[in-house]
């Protein structure tokens, strides 16, 4: 029998993976800018940089919809 859904600390856990990936992205910008790497490494992590940040984007909003349902109270999922 699968576990009901405890969407009481999503908020949390979202919060959290933003803040590693903004902290991923500013390790790769350090990386970039203090080691000596090739055009197409730089290229690389700026690509992924870019898909970081559309992330960023992606938890935010997920962060405000689990705050808008945590408020209104959650429904009963089935």
Do not use: C, W
Not at 36 to 51: A, R, S, V, W
């Amino acid at each position: 029998m699968a576990k009901p859904d405890n969407r009481n600390d999503n908020v949390e856990k979202l919060q959290q993976m933003k803040e590693n990936t903004e902290h991923n992205i500013e390790a790769a910008e350090e990386s970039v800018a203090h080691t000596d790497m090739k055009d197409e490494q730089k290229q690389h992590i700026k690509e992924k940089n870019k898909q970081r940040v559309e992330s960023i984007q992606g938890f935010e909003a997920e962060i405000a919809d689990e705050m808008q349902a945590r408020k209104n109270g959650y429904p009963d999922e089935k």
